[in-house]
């Protein structure tokens, strides 16, 4: 019985479904030398406390986590196959199973904590939380400071692939004016920085604590980039003015609702209806995570299923694959987020940013300083230019690049790094 592994996650017997389950919670229990009463979930994974000081950091993976997860994908329960032929009712059974399949079986459950410390990685302690951060300097001297900002479902992991073509341009096809020193910070509730435990750790406070960081690593002068909350984070430090902070490149601009001015014509029109199809069909997951995320959170983080197809979904849904996202990110590059999400037990902490910021802060913002735009086929909606132009006084790039979406790094990490070494150098 030890070696069966069902074609079908739902196969398993019942029977050893029960089995499975109650030895993954014994397991977990002895290993955390707990008791019995349900406590806070820290993920396995034990975060040193965070001071002032930037201290380095390495992830290690207990044994007993790795264990716990197999059992629980081992006796996985999946729901019956949806009733129609295409994604409208979320991430299909057929598209999840062979993800799932593969996590069980041949996805290296170490893999992720070979890659992220195969880089230089630290916390340091930010009004009150632990920020985890990687950092890596180039050995170009003139090269200039950047901090790169994730989103949901995002991490670090999506900017994994673009560390040595921005810090080593010359080993990639670049000049060495093409070099950066690169920060990258888990937003607050995600990955391995510390989870708010109270509210108020929106968007503007990130921005804050971001300059912050720059300002204690030493960087007088400095860019930003960002997406998704990444984006909302960078237009915050922009729209604060943030010490230090020189430019701002974004690749899913802030400018929802449009910036209409008069009659809006058919290009605004569709992209008003890209808008306005998003909002209707495709934004549930919002509305639960900026109403409901403890509740949400229940289910995420006792089922690794659970949060694999929360995730995956996006995959699918955000990138320029035609739900295909195995084509352009694999199995494994997938695996590596949605395990951090899982090690981490940061399902509803994550979510709880859709409550502080999403209704809120997450929303055009006039700027007036250098401001680059990067426009990705496959992204939510296509923003225009002349949104751009409204909001954006000193607006120096704007590019619209053949292939990619929603997670640009991740999936595009070649034509990223281009649009960024094309659009730093208007500044």
């Known amino acids: 019985m030890n070696n069966v592994r069902p074609d079908r996650l739902s196969d398993v017997d019942p029977s050893r479904r029960i089995f499975l389950a109650a030895a993954a919670a014994v397991s977990t229990f002895l290993a955390v030398g707990g008791t019995a009463a349900a406590t806070p979930s820290t993920g396995g994974l034990e975060l040193p406390t965070a001071t002032y000081a930037v201290d380095p950091f390495r992830v290690k993976i207990p044994a007993a986590a790795i264990d716990d997860l197999r059992a629980r994908l081992r006796a996985a329960r999946l729901p019956e196959k949806e009733t129609v ?20 079986d041949s996805y290296d459950m170490r893999r992720l904590e070979k890659r992220l410390n195969a880089y230089p990685q630290y916390r340091t302690e930010i009004d009150g939380l632990g920020i985890h951060f990687i950092h ?77 960081l720059m300002e204690r690593l030493g960087y007088t002068e400095y860019y930003a980039q960002g997406g998704d909350w990444g984006a909302g984070v960078t237009t915050w430090m922009a729209k604060q003015h943030v010490a230090g902070l020189k430019g701002v490149h974004l690749n899913l601009p802030l400018l929802f609702p449009p910036p209409i001015e008069g009659t809006p014509d058919s290009e605004e029109q569709a992209s008003i209806a890209q808008l306005v199809s998003f909002a209707t069909h495709r934004s549930g997951y919002a509305k639960i995570q900026s109403t409901r995320p403890q509740t ?12 694999a197809g929360w995730i995956y979904e996006k995959f ?17 590059q997938m695996l590596d987020d949605i395990m951090l999400y899982w090690l981490t037990d940061t399902a509803a902490s994550s979510a709880r940013l859709y409550a502080e910021s999403f209704d809120t802060d997450f929303s055009p913002q006039k700027l007036d300083i250098p401001v680059a735009v990067s426009v990705f086929p496959a992204e939510l909606y296509r923003p225009l230019r002349k949104w751009g132009e409204r909001m954006y006084s000193r607006l120096t790039y704007w590019n619209e690049v053949a292939r990619g979406g929603h997670f640009a790094a991740f999936e595009q990490p070649e034509i990223f790094t281009e649009e960024l070494r094309k659009a730093f150098a208007t500044m």
């Not at 901090?147 to 949901?152: P, R, Y």
């Not at 910070?185 to 109270?198: A, I, Q, R, T, V």
């Not at 320029?320 to 494994?332: I, Q, T």
Request: charged fraction near 20%.
């Open 316 to 332: 699918g849904d955000w990138t320029d694959s035609n739900h295909h996202p195995e084509k352009e990110l694999g199995y494994d």
């Open 85 to 104: 032929s295409d994604w409208s009712q979320g991430a299909p059974l057929n598209s999840v199973e062979p993800l799932l399949r593969y996590w069980r």
């Open 296 to 307: 949400i959170g229940y289910a995420l983080a006792d089922s690794p299923v659970g949060q």
């Open 136 to 212: 890596v300097k180039s050995k170009h001297a003139n090269a200039r400071p950047l901090i790169l900002t994730h989103g949901w479902p995002g991490s670090v992991v999506e900017f994994l692939n673009v560390i040595g073509p921005l810090t080593d341009p010359m080993a990639h096809g670049g000049k060495a004016e093409d070099a950066f020193h690169v920060v990258i910070p888990s937003l607050p509730g995600y990955g391995f920085s510390d989870k708010p435990k109270e509210t108020g750790w929106g968007l503007p406070r990130i921005a804050r604590a971001w300059a912050q």
